[in-house]
């Protein structure tokens, strides 16, 4: 039985990564991944705001020296908060590429296509076999329209791929017009892998002290289903891989996924809580499960409940959604 799958051009023995996480901040860490048999690694990210700050001195162009910026540079975590400098980040690489076998994917997170995107470049030299860009963004403007939003990000895309050779992967959130069609733009610019998707951490609001709450919950399979949809929709109508961060928690997750069109399947939440040797119970599930359908290769299972094959997938998009409406009345 073969579990091997393809993801951003590197031969994996089976599609469980360790998502971005703090599992990526310590080479010993990285290594407990690595002895439990984990088929790849995303590092945590590295922030534009991190790079801006320690390059130009600046946050988005605010100069912490000067007062009109002050209120909002105090939301920024200081440059002493975070796990890793950007020097830092990319010599954690090298020792990382030095220390284990498996893959490792440096993550860069930011928004605007500016001069930051170049440590792209240092994260390729410092060994990476490839990067995940994740364009983590909740725009407020309203002057700004969808179409420019998408641009300005494929445009992010673009100009990493131009600086580059090693493969590129984009983490997204879901919450575009047309996502489809976002995602032919990423392929246009030159995506070798789309992540479906970013959580997207709405604040709640303390009704005590009537201000927005933040924190970080984990999550549950509960967030999966999102995930699945989208997957089954792109799953052989976009050409860079598909994976999954979101949601997947047990071994039916991870089947799932693949059913749905995934090529790799990245997991964090279920990581932390259950250690590294949380891999095994997936990769058994998933090897059970093939053994029971007779299915010699991941392939096979691979998009089998995709829209793939479905012409008209609107029309029997809108006819799922009525169906489940009536099947309340059953
Ligand atoms: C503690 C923690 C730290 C994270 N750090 C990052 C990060 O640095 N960069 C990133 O792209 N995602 C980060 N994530 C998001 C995860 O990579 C992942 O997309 C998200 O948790 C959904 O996957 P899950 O449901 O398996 O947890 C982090 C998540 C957690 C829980």
């Known amino acids: 039985m073969q579990t091997t799958t393809s993801y951003l051009g590197l031969r994996l023995p089976h599609p469980f990564i360790a998502g971005a996480s703090p599992f990526g901040h310590r080479l010993d860490s990285v290594k407990r991944l ?10 945590h990210s590295l ?7 320690a390059s130009n001195g600046v946050i ?12 909002e540079l105090a939301y920024f975590p200081h440059a002493d908060d975070y796990p890793l400098g950007p020097d830092a980040y990319a010599e954690h690489i090298t020792q990382l590429k030095r220390a284990v076998a498996i893959p490792i994917i440096g993550s860069l997170n930011g928004t605007a296509p500016e001069s930051w995107l170049k440590f792209s470049r240092i994260i390729e030299q410092a ?3 490839a990067l995940e860009l994740n364009l983590y963004q909740v725009v407020t403007n309203a002057a700004m329209s969808g179409a420019a939003i998408e641009d300005r990000l494929a445009g992010i895309v673009k100009e990493v791929k131009r600086i580059v050779t090693i493969p590129v992967a984009v983490k997204l959130t879901p919450f575009f017009t047309a996502f489809a069609n ?3 733009q990423l392929e246009a610019a030159g ?21 927005p709450t933040a924190n970080l919950s984990l999550s549950d399979s509960s967030e999966l289903r999102l995930r699945l949809h989208w997957l089954a929709i792109l799953h052989g109508r976009v050409r860079p891989s598909l994976a999954i961060s979101g949601g997947v928690a047990t071994p039916d997750d991870g089947i799932k996924a693949i059913l749905a069109g995934a090529d790799a399947v990245q997991i964090v939440s279920a990581l932390l809580r259950h250690g590294p040797r949380h891999l095994d119970a997936m990769r058994e599930g ?6 029971w359908y007779h299915l010699e290769r991941l392939e096979e299972a691979r998009g089998r409940v995709s ?6 997938a609107e029309s029997y998009e809108r006819a799922q959604y009525i169906r489940t409406l009536q099947s309340w009345l059953r």
């Open 182 to 184: 976002f995602a032919r």
């Open 127 to 129: 060994g990476a076999d």
């Open 307 to 312: 829209l793939d094959r479905i012409a008209d």
């Open 34 to 43: 690595e002895d439990a048999g984990w088929a790849a690694v995303v590092l």
């Open 191 to 211: 995506a070798d892998a789309l992540v479906l998707f970013n959580r997207f951490y709405q604040p709640d609001i303390d009704v005590k002290t009537i201000t």
């Open 60 to 71: 988005r162009h605010m100069d912490p020296s000067d007062p009109l910026f002050a209120e």
């Open 47 to 53: 922030f534009e705001e991190q790079i801006t700050a």
């Open 286 to 291: 998933l090897e059970r499960w093939m053994a």
